[in-house]
């Protein structure tokens, strides 16, 4: 009898993760801050007052929360997790 042939393995290419990490916490600190200081900046040129400083800053950080998305997906392509 013969051994059934074993899965492949994958191995986890620690280096491109650690590269996508470190960037995907810097641009996420630009890209929150950002998103508060803007909504804080509109909300005091538009005289919105304090709910309208806080609906921005949702709407501002669901963009946020949708640019970082981006991001990974494309960090992903170009420096893969995994290999064979």
Known sequence: ????????????????????VSAAILISAEVFG???????????????GRIGAHILDVLFVLGGIAVMVQFMRAARRVEPFTAE
Do not use: E, H, Y
């Open 34 to 48: 950002a998103a508060f200081a803007g909504s804080w900046a509109i909300a005091n040129l538009a005289g919105l």
């Open 1 to 20: 009898m013969s051994k059934p042939p074993s899965p492949r393995r994958r191995r986890i290419l620690w280096r491109n993760v650690l590269t996508v």
